[in-house]
């Protein structure tokens, strides 16, 4: 293993791509702590030490930021327009035909795609600084429990400077994306999958600190030991496929002979990957929206359906809200993997190209029997990555962690995915010169 590693630093090209890529990575980093203008700086910090530990509205966005969002720095926004922008332009591919002919021309198509969820990006980027901004002057930034006056001074009042933060965060938005950028075509890895990975990584520590300094060594030793076999358990699930066996007819053109290999279809377990969860996360923060902007004034009552919000659907250690983001998710796993994965498409594929899967008829026989196959796959994957996305809620409930609780939910499984596929690629630019790699 570190043999391996001394080879990654003496081979030249590599040496530099790692190098480029941890100066992208530590300038990301660097921008998390520069505040945005017209923040008060010192209130906000203020604020940060007296809700240590609440769980707010905007916990999952501070986390895919690396706790930029609740500083109000310059990459407040982080990748999270980027991540919202992709989804939708993948789920666009459904509705409008143009996108899904883009998607089956190539490297052009793609192209055009990426260029699309660019523009989408920043108009998202846009939307969420105005929010963020908003939510920020109205005093609702750490909940509606968070009354003092530092919490009530986070920003500037004034209009043009309103204007001007909300163009920095979009900016910030866009050298972020930039980054990410730079990262896949000089780096190693795909550059914002690393960028979510490192914001993420950045609040392990504190994470894991937290919990030692309120819950004392027993309950963060028992942590760290559940942690690492949920990271044994992520591991071996993700790794998991089933492959469907393909078999190529030979065909004879002229005096050569062409085809007659096998191959096979890999099926995951998780094809849906973090996306379901970051699906049902978004769904489930509409009624905490909506209860937020409802809150009764001095002397009101508060309204019925808003208690009930307050009481159900507000903490993620209240059982129905446990149950119906379970259930949010196993949905959309079922919806993400049918639309990425499309069975009859791959079955006139193969047909096209002369495959078969041996014992089935091709064409629609084909189709029936792989939208067999992934929907029993597919049951299992639901469950597993359900219960995965439950973790950071249980620990809510039995040590009062919240819910960025570093060893479940989303967190786990980009830290482990990203994790995965980034070793992979330095190991194959290790085979690529005749190195043994990282992986046996």
């Not at 293993?1 to 080879?7: K, L, P, T, V």
């Not at 986390?63 to 500083?71: D, T």
């Not at 030793?221 to 492959?243: D, K, P, T």
Request: aromatic share 12%.
């Amino acid at each position: 293993m570190f043999s391996a590693i001394g080879r990654i630093f003496r081979t030249p090209d590599l040496r530099r791509k790692i190098l480029f890529t941890l100066g992208i990575v530590a300038l990301f980093r660097l921008g998390s702590f520069v505040p945005a203008p017209f923040v008060n700086f010192d209130n906000v910090q203020a604020c940060l030490v007296a809700n240590q530990g609440t769980s707010g509205l905007y916990e999952m966005i501070n986390m895919f930021s690396g706790g930029a969002l609740l500083q109000l720095s310059i990459f407040a926004l982080g990748i999270m327009p980027y991540i919202t922008a992709s989804i939708i332009t993948q789920l666009l591919r459904v509705v409008i035909p143009h996108f899904e002919t883009l998607h089956k021309e190539g490297q052009a198509g793609q192209a055009k795609l990426t260029q699309y969820t660019r523009y989408l990006t920043i108009a998202l980027a846009v939307l969420q600084a105005t929010t963020l901004i908003t939510v920020a002057r109205s005093g609702m930034l750490f909940g509606a429990n968070a009354a003092s006056a530092a919490c009530q001074n986070l920003v500037s009042q004034e209009w043009w400077a309103i204007i001007i933060m909300i163009l920095t965060l979009t900016a910030g938005t866009g050298l972020i994306m930039w980054f990410g950028e730079l990262i896949t075509e000089r780096g190693i890895g795909n550059g914002m999958s690393l960028l979510i990975f490192t914001s993420i990584a950045a609040l392990f520590p504190n994470a894991l600190w937290t919990i030692q300094t309120t819950q004392g060594w027993e309950v963060f030793l028992f942590v760290l030991a559940v942690g690492m076999v949920v990271i044994a358990a992520v591991v071996y699930v993700e790794q998991s496929q089933r492959r469907i066996p393909v078999q190529y007819a030979k065909r004879v053109v002229g005096r050569r002979t062409y085809g007659g290999s096998s191959t096979y279809i890999p099926i995951k377990v998780n094809m849906a990957g973090v996306i379901p969860v970051i699906f049902a996360s978004a769904i489930l923060y509409l009624p905490m929206l909506i209860a937020q902007f409802n809150q009764p004034g001095i002397g009101e009552e508060p309204k019925a359906w808003v208690v009930w919000i307050s009481n159900n659907l507000m903490q993620g250690d209240q059982p129905l809200y446990m149950l119906v983001f379970f259930l949010l998710v196993i949905g959309f796993t079922f919806f993400y993997v049918q639309i990425t994965f499309n069975p009859e498409e791959v079955a006139d594929n193969m047909k096209k190209y002369g495959g078969f899967i041996p014992g089935i008829r091709a064409g629609r026989p084909t189709a029936e029997y792989l939208n067999y196959v992934l929907t029993r796959i597919t049951s299992a994957g639901s469950l597993y990555l359900g219960l995965i996305a439950l973790i950071p809620l249980i620990a809510l409930s039995f040590f009062g962690a919240n819910q960025n609780f570093p060893f479940g939910g989303a967190s786990i499984l980009i830290i482990v995915g990203v994790g995965l596929e980034t070793v992979k690629q330095i190991d194959a630019q290790l085979q690529q010169r005749h190195y043994e790699g990282l992986l046996k």
